[in-house]
């Protein structure tokens, strides 16, 4: 097992190489110069010059892709070239907002998604399965920015229920965070359901016509017993492995509903500093999606290895 995670950690680090260079050159062909937003109007040429060789945008892109993976394996991410704050900082102040509304997503997501699909598989053939298929397919179809505002229409500005907009940490009033994550965090969950969904029942599926179970059910095992202690045992395997992806995408993917209701996490982040041309926060976000993307991925080896023995010998 401690082999197989190896091998899987060594594959990361090339990864994540290409992925900082990736990002590091297709930042440099944005159009337009960060260096005269900051020049501010007037723009005196010998203020541009101090401000290129201060960010070393003057430097050769190599050198500069040099200095920024040094100051990367420094634990530096640079500071933000539009309000001169560390780029670390500004992570640890968003990454806690982007992982609270995909952690309330991901929760929302399996209560939906997971039910959904095992009543699915038990009732194949049924009306019921097939309003599952529907509701699903129309959960991965709907836009999350006109779901959110479908849903500030109706439930705040109509019905008056829950805040339209704003972020409220819930180490300063828990309840009122719960409220102003309950919409985003629901709008988000759609897709992720529905990809549960369609996935727990086709593992269900699979594992209601295996061996074991008509063997459970020739033994006189009670249909409930025989869904939920045998064959959902077994179909959770790729689910458990899917779950630690899908929390990966949701921690890149929430760009769109952040913006919607206005939640100051990653999304926001990334989408203000690509406008300002703010290089060092694009580059230092876009790295720590990564890492965390990469870090799932790793963690859904390990699950799989775990909740499969026969791959622990491989």
């Given at each position: 097992?401690?082999?197989?995670?190896?091998?899987?950690?060594?594959?990361?680090?090339?990864?994540?190489?290409?992925?900082?260079?990736?990002?590091?050159?297709?930042?440099?062909?944005?159009p337009?110069?960060?260096v005269?937003?900051?020049?501010?109007?007037?723009?005196?040429?010998?203020?541009?010059?101090?401000?290129?060789?201060?960010y070393?945008?003057?430097?050769?892109?190599p050198?500069?892709?040099?200095?920024?993976?040094?100051?990367?394996?420094?634990?530096?991410?640079?500071?933000?070239l539009?309000?001169?704050?560390?780029?670390?900082r500004?992570?640890?102040?968003k990454?806690?907002?982007?992982?609270q509304?995909?952690?309330?997503?991901?929760?929302?997501a399996?209560?939906?998604?997971?039910?959904?699909?095992?009543?699915?598989?038990?009732r194949?053939?049924?009306?019921?399965?097939?309003?599952?298929?529907?509701?699903?397919?129309?959960?991965?179809?709907?836009?999350?920015?006109?779901?959110?505002?479908?849903?500030?229409?109706?439930?705040?500005?109509?019905?008056?229920?829950?805040?339209?907009s704003?972020?409220?940490?819930?180490?300063?009033d828990?309840?009122?965070s719960?409220?102003?994550?309950l919409?985003?965090?629901l709008?988000?969950?759609?897709a992720?359901?529905?990809?549960?969904?369609?996935?727990?029942?086709?593992?269900?599926?699979?594992?209601?016509?295996?061996?074991?179970?008509?063997?459970?059910?020739?033994?006189?095992v009670?249909?409930?017993?025989?869904v939920?202690?045998?064959?959902?045992?077994?179909?959770?395997?790729?689910?458990?492995?899917?779950?630690?992806?899908?929390?990966?995408?949701?921690?890149?993917?929430?760009?769109?509903?952040?913006?919607?209701?206005?939640?100051?996490?990653?999304?926001k982040?990334?989408?203000?500093?690509?406008?300002?041309?703010?290089?060092?926060?694009?580059?230092?976000?876009?790295?720590?999606?990564?890492?965390?993307?990469i870090?799932?991925?790793?963690?859904?080896?390990?699950?799989?290895?775990?909740?499969?023995p026969?791959?622990?010998?491989?």
């Open positions: 097992m401690f082999k197989i995670i190896l091998r899987r950690v060594l594959v990361a680090i090339p990864t994540l190489i290409l992925v900082s260079m990736i990002v590091f050159m297709l930042q440099k062909i944005l337009g110069d960060p005269l937003t900051l020049a501010g109007e007037e723009r005196d040429p010998a203020v541009l010059d101090y401000l290129r060789d201060k070393r945008l003057n430097d050769p892109l050198v500069q892709y040099g200095a920024w993976v040094s100051q990367v394996l420094q634990g530096d991410l640079g500071k933000s539009r309000t001169d704050v560390p780029v670390t500004l992570i640890a102040q990454l806690p907002v982007t992982l509304l995909a952690a309330m997503a991901m929760f929302f399996l209560i939906i998604g997971v039910p959904m699909g095992i009543v699915a598989a038990v194949k053939g049924t009306a019921t399965e097939m309003g599952a298929n529907v509701a699903a397919l129309s959960g991965m179809s709907i836009p999350n920015f006109w779901l959110g505002i479908l849903l500030i229409m109706l439930v705040s500005v109509k019905w008056r229920l829950l805040p339209a704003g972020y409220v940490s819930p180490f300063e828990f309840w009122m719960m409220k102003t994550m919409m985003p965090a709008v988000l969950s759609t992720i359901a529905a990809y549960l969904m369609r996935h727990t029942r086709s593992a269900m599926l699979e594992a209601l016509s295996a061996d074991y179970v008509r063997t459970a059910r020739a033994k006189g009670s249909p409930r017993r025989v939920l202690r045998h064959a959902l045992r077994n179909a959770l395997m790729p689910i458990v492995t899917l779950v630690t992806l899908l929390f990966g995408e949701l921690l890149a993917g929430a760009v769109l509903t952040e913006q919607v209701f206005t939640i100051p996490g990653f999304g982040l990334i989408v203000d500093a690509v406008f300002t041309r703010d290089y060092a926060v694009v580059q230092g976000v876009v790295l720590c999606v990564a890492v965390g993307f870090v799932m991925n790793l963690l859904a080896d390990i699950l799989y290895i775990l909740v499969n026969r791959l622990r010998h491989a």
